[in-house]
């Protein structure tokens, strides 16, 4: 029997509700924060809170249960989601029935924990990464009068199997293959809120992606913290490359994207499979952190700038229209401005398509937190801003080189930017906006660029 079947006869869940509420028509708020990583997990919570009988709203004052689904990655992250926590106070004090709930990576520092029992005692359920299934016991317990509810911890953590999933879109879909890190760079505090790593059965996520491929979904973004170490650990006889070339004999008009890898275990059997598979979009993000090898070795990433040039050489020869991302952090612990330059020289060797850059922000219980940092936060900023640019500059080129070009596209929705346009993600995930019309949003479309500013390409239909 599956989890969904046992929450769905969960009467005794539905009879506290009713006692509790005293009215049958639930509403509940789930908002996230994060990764993708994150977004899946509330794809979960909210596929739980529909089978547990609440409807699902964007307006958390009409809601009677109020989740927070949270991340831990930088300081500025977890402060903005403190504020958001301190917000939903008011909501508890109108109505002290809502149940208010906190999950995601926060919880699982000890240190958060104990902030929250201190100032954050209005907060009923808490929960960590690796306890979604249990949500509907949790409840319960809160609901039979238990006082802020915790559960967190890492060590029997499931994979989240045959749990129902809501998923935020019908037409891209996110699709976890492996839960956890064990990489431990010593900046990242992710190894300590998602635990150890480990893979979902390979047959299990073929016929997830089966059954997402059937109901029209045209996109499908496989989700890890390092893709490339899929099964490895685990001993499954199938590795990342293997389940790449499987999901792409899937029939159908459909793309496959994956997120994270990690440039320690990209292999060229990977590079060679994605270039040997058609639906497998040829877009890389490889975060590279720093194009200094002292640095590297201190954030214990495992490889060197020139393993890392070395793989995207050999991605090119096989995949001469490859588009690269990355993330890089500046200002780690003692990186002097030569180490600095490095990073702009690696910037400017590979020319990505976009970059994901971040000013080094110290976790508390990583090694980095402990290693002397006398950078001053305005010669980081200083470096942030150089790197900018000049990713600018190179996006700017690249958009020109654009322009005359016609690319497949995938319409997303509405522009953000100008009324009666549109967005599309090229498969190199380059946005292109374009007049067109709402039907057309969740179509693959073909667009041309006619027009290119640094961050926008404006195209036509043909
Ligand atoms: N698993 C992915 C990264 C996940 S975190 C990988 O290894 O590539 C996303 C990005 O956040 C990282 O790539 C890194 O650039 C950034 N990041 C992580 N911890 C950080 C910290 N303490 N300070 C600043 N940036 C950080
Ligand atoms: Fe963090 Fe490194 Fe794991 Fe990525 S690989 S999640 S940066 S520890
Ligand atoms: Fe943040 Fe947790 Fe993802 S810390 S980046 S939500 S794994």
Known sequence: MTNKALINKDRALAQLLQEHF???????????????????????IKGILEEIGFNLTHDIKKADMILLNTCAIRENAQNRAFGNIGAIKKYKETNPKVITALCGCMPEQEYVIKKIKKSYTFLDLIFGTGVLKSLPTLLKRSLKGEKMVIETGNDALGLNEGLPVKRDSDFKAFLPILYGCDNFCSYCVVPNVRGRERSRPFNNILKEAENLVEAGYKEITLLGQNVNSYGL??????????????????????????????????????????????KVAKHLHLPFQSGNDRILQTMNRGYTRADYTRLLKYAK??????????????GFPGESEEEFE???????????????????????????????????????SQRFNKLISLQEQIAALRSEKM????????????????????????????????????????????????????????????
């Open 233 to 278: 650990k685990d001993g499954f006889k199938e590795n990342f490359a293997a389940l790449l070339l499987a999901l792409d004999q899937i029939q159908g008009d459909f793309w496959i994207r994956f997120m994270t890898s990690h440039p320690k275990d990209c292999s060229f059997e990977l590079l060679e499979a994605m270039a040997q598979a058609p």
């Open 403 to 462: 322009v005359g070009n016609v690319y497949k596209v995938l319409c997303e929705g509405e522009s953000p930017n100008k009324p009666g346009f549109f967005v599309g993600r090229t498969e190199g995930n380059i946005i292109i906006e374009f007049p067109g019309s709402a039907d057309k949003i969740g179509s693959f479309l073909t667009a041309r660029v006619i027009k290119a500013k640094t961050w926008r390409l404006e195209g036509q239909l043909i």
């Open 342 to 380: 490095d990073t702009l020289s690696i910037v400017n060797e590979v020319e990505f398509t976009s970059l994901y850059t971040f000013i080094f922000s110290p976790r508390e219980g990583t090694p980095a937190a402990e290693m002397l940092d006398e950078t001053s936060e305005e010669a980081k």
């Open 22 to 44: 005293g009215y049958e028509d639930l509403y509940a708020y789930v908002r996230t924060f994060g990764c993708q990583g994150n977004v899946a997990d509330s794809e979960i």
């Open 317 to 330: 020869t096989l995949m001469p229209d490859l588009s690269v991302t990355g993330d890089v952090i500046v």
